[in-house]
């Protein structure tokens, strides 16, 4: 497609004076089957940390980035790992430009971007204009990389507490959710939400229709945890927050792993289910945009040497084929974590998926790309990306987003807070998940003495360095 591309200059497909529609037609119908299979399909890749593409990388069940380029035509990526260097990640972006790749998702460690609370947090804090100031500071991070999909909000209702993505979560509380997702969508996309454009991050809210309500809290990621109940009958409920983020505009909308058991829908994986695409998110709740279905649906894999069947619940009798014939039929436009277009093309030689369908499914992802300026400015400004990323600003609205978001449950004597006047010489304080080094007291910090041997554990410390305890004195932190 790249080199058709550059024969094609004067097409339509290029002229930003056309309606977006217009120069979406114009490059379907150039486009062959294969380009259009690879449209569909949304898989995982890595920074190769000299910036170029990265070689295939077994042990994660990943391909050469080369390969899914140019044999495959894919160019939707899900982004590993962490970011350490902002240059090196805009070098990389733009060496992925210039082989024709034209959008990018998001799913890494922050690294030296911004840090911010969980959403839970958010949730604690209970403020939408926190939350729309964290996406609009995490947008221009993202902008300055050159992604341009955030694989996010989570909008699930943490309604069992036992479920393992709680924390990825805004809380049990449906009208709060409604209301933080507005203002995190606007923060991404845009003021109203709307006005997607060069400026904006598209957001894939996620996992409809709600992924909270697991049998017994287990994992859906395996098959012991493929069953999604709705106790009390609280489907509906578990709809709201993705109604409210339908309203905000959010572009994308990915399905959960889980099947639905007890309600009045067929008994398969919500990304096969057509009563759910179809009927009720592009019906009834009138969703438009972009369906890409979560990781791993159609093949099987091995991960850092442990199998990982695909997560078809109640279709694990279906062959590769029929699983990508029942998503599309469904209403899906895109294979999350997939990377087998010609699955696709067989369909479609075989007359088992018309033409028009992937036309439908490309058209919506191409429509994307064109809104995004993707086709017009691919590119990121090295320089600029690594003073944006991780900017102090940004960087103190983080840590102050964080403290803010404590919870204090508890406060015997009022010990709480610490100051000059409430502790002593000999003090303890107990540290557990987070760096002693940022340890702060009424304006004293702590001074990190020891801190490498803290977390590595080291015996030929001169003390007892194994649990990260600090006491105040002077002003200074000691280890005790």
Known sequence: ?????????????????????????????????????????????????????????????????????????????????????????????????????????????????????????????????????????????????????????????????????????????????????LGYIRGFQGKDGLSVGPHSVSTMTKHFPGGGPQLDGENPHFQYGREQVYPWKNFRYHLEPFKKAIAAGTRQIMPYYGMPVGTAFEEVGFAFNQQIITDLLRKELGFNGIICTDWGLVTDATIMGQPMPARAWGCEDLTPVDRVQRILEAGCDQFGGEACPELVIQLVEEGLVPMARVNESVSRLL????????????????????????????????????????????????????????????????????????????????????QDAVRNGRSDMPFDTEDPVYRFGDGLGYKV
């Open 367 to 450: 429509r994307e790309k064109f809104a995004l300026g993707l086709f017009d400015n691919p590119f990121v400004d090295v320089d600029a990306a690594a003073k944006i990323v991780g900017h102090p600003d940004f960087v103190k609205a983080g840590e102050l987003a964080q403290r803010g978001s404590y919870t204090l449950l508890k406060n015997k004597n009022n010990i709480l807070p610490l100051s000059l006047e409430t502790i002593s010489e000999t003090c303890k304080i107990y540290v557990e998940g987070i760096d002693p080094g940022i340890l702060q007291c009424r304006g004293l910090t702590t001074v990190p003495f020891f």
């Open 1 to 181: 497609m790249a080199t058709e591309q550059n024969k094609n200059k004067d097409a339509d497909y290029w002229n930003k004076a056309l309606f977006i529609g217009s120069r979406v037609s114009d490059l379907v119908s150039r486009m062959t089957l294969a380009e259009k299979a690879g449209q569909l399909f949304q898989t995982m890749t890595m920074v190769d940390p000299r910036a170029t593409l990265a070689p295939a990388q077994p042990v994660f069940n990943l391909e050469s980035t080369q390969d899914l380029l140019s044999r495959k035509h894919l160019s939707h990526f899900n982004l590993m790992g962490q970011v350490e260097d902002s240059r090196t990640v805009a070098l990389w972006h733009n060496n992925l430009q210039y082989h024709f790749v034209e959008n990018i998702g998001t799913a890494f460690k922050a690294g030296s971007m911004s840090l911010w609370p969980e959403f839970l947090g958010f949730a604690a804090l209970r403020d939408v204009e926190l939350a729309e100031k964290f996406a609009d500071i995490v947008r221009q991070e993202y902008l300055a990389l050159g992604l341009r999909v955030a694989l996010h909000p989570q909008v699930d209702l943490a309604t069992e507490y036992r479920w393992s993505r709680i924390n990825n979560t805004f809380g049990e509380d449906a009208d709060l959710i409604g209301e933080l997702v």
